[in-house]
């Protein structure tokens, strides 16, 4: 089974740059494609995108000009920045795997953008 | 983009009777090469992550009681509950991942009657 755990600051501040990063056990990095999604509060899921173990990309339109998701297999982590953050980013992130026979989930990580 | 809609919006059932929620994509996500529908279903409580139920459309994830079942093809799908308790009580996703970007339904609030 893998597991998946969600790090970084729970405070942006509007016009910077969001940045988390995943830590993934429990399965080779070439299994999987390597993704995010987020949950603003009170709404539904959005997909972000994804990292391949061979740093293939692919991003949701809506936030592509913004978004980049890079990996790093040494460290069994990959990563997630979002820039020129405005109130509209708050959300819970998650990363997940995408993939293989079935997705697992971290247990997402809240990041509010101040002002 | 796929659109998945799901319906109702929200729905309240009684204990031990039969909930239903339905799911429709707005274009065919069979993989014609390996016959399967990239579907899956979440359950997800207040403050918490969402949790898988329900994969290829009717594959129930491990530990998952089997009130909860999955059925559907192509553009249509399913998910029921066949005998409501009281920890059922979430909002319900579905998700396509047949094509990207992954999306996903807009949720149905199930709640007890």
């Known amino acids: 089974q893998v597991q998946l755990q969600e790090s970084g600051p729970g405070l942006v501040k509007a016009s910077e740059t969001l940045s988390l990063t995943c830590t993934a056990s429990?399965?080779?990095?070439?299994?999987?494609?390597w993704s995010w999604i987020r949950q603003s509060p009170g709404k539904g899921l959005e997909w972000v995108g994804y990292v391949s173990y061979s740093g293939t990309t692919n991003y949701n339109p809506s936030l592509k000009s913004r978004v980049t998701i890079s990996i790093d297999t040494a460290r069994r982590q990959f990563s997630l920045k979002l820039t020129s953050v405005t109130a509209a980013d708050t959300a819970v992130y998650y990363c997940a795997t995408d993939g293989g026979s079935r997705p697992n989930w971290g247990q997402g990580i809240l990041v509010a953008v101040s002002s | 983009d796929i659109v998945m809609t799901q319906s109702p919006d929200s729905l309240a059932v009684s204990l031990g009777e039969r909930a239903t929620i339905n799911c429709k994509s707005s274009?065919?996500?069979?993989?014609?090469?390996?016959?399967?529908?990239?579907v899956t279903w979440y359950q997800q409580k207040p403050g918490q992550p969402p949790k898988l139920l329900i994969y290829w459309a009717s594959t129930r994830e491990s530990g998952v009681p089997d009130r909860f079942s999955g059925s559907g093809s192509g553009t249509d799908f399913t998910l029921t509950i066949s005998s409501l308790q009281a920890e059922d009580v979430a909002v319900y996703y579905c998700?396509?991942?047949?094509?990207?970007?992954?999306?996903f339904g807009q949720g149905t609030k199930v709640e007890i009657k």
């Open positions: 429990g399965a080779s990095m070439s299994t999987y494609y």
């Open positions: 274009q065919s996500v069979l993989n014609r090469s390996n016959y399967k529908n990239h």
């Open positions: 998700q396509q991942y047949y094509d990207f970007p992954r999306t």
